[in-house]
């Protein structure tokens, strides 16, 4: 019974609603024509708005989508019990570990900020040095770390400006 209430004043509270934008539409100081062209932008502007909205939502959504994605693989790799002479390991411990040795290094210490980023046991160092001997300093103690496969040097040596 009370869900009927609940409905027939929902009903009545649409109607009375209805009725004033009527009312309103036809006392407005509006030809009919303005009133409908007038209509006609809010409307496109709600709808404009609305597909904004929803492209941000699936973007966001997108997005949380990704990030749960990555927490997932990593509690799988946490969980992931080693096979016989293999041990995890972990792709931001080896990062750190490279970051930490290139600026202990004597020969790289000096260098602006390289970026080193680990996946799967593989190093991706970018960033701009000086030198091809710094460059390739780099690579030699990514290199060292006895939990790096691999690593793909993408730094670049900066051009030296000829003097003038």
């Known amino acids: ?67 749960m994605t990555g927490r997932m693989h990593k509690m799988e790799q946490l969980t992931l019990v080693p096979g016989e002479g293999e041990a995890y390991v972990d792709d931001d411990q080896i990062t750190q570990r490279v970051r930490t040795k290139i600026g202990e290094n004597p020969r790289t210490r000096h260098m602006p900020r390289i970026n080193v980023d680990t996946a799967d046991r593989i190093v991706t160092l970018r960033g701009r040095v000086q030198a091809e001997a710094e460059r ?27 003097a003038s």
């Open 1 to 67: 019974m009370r869900e009927r209430n609940l409905s027939r004043s929902l009903f009545r509270a649409l109607l009375l609603f209805a009725a004033g934008v009527a009312v309103g539409i036809l006392t407005a100081p509006k030809t009919g024509r303005g009133a409908r062209a007038w209509l006609g932008q809010k409307a496109d502007h709600t709808r404009s708005t609305a597909m904004n909205l929803t492209d941000r939502l699936r973007a966001e959504a997108k997005y949380q989508q990704g990030k």
């Open 136 to 162: 390739q300093a780099l690579e030699d103690i990514a290199l060292a770390d006895p939990d790096v496969q691999e690593v793909v040097n993408k730094v670049t040596v900066a051009r030296r400006r000829a």
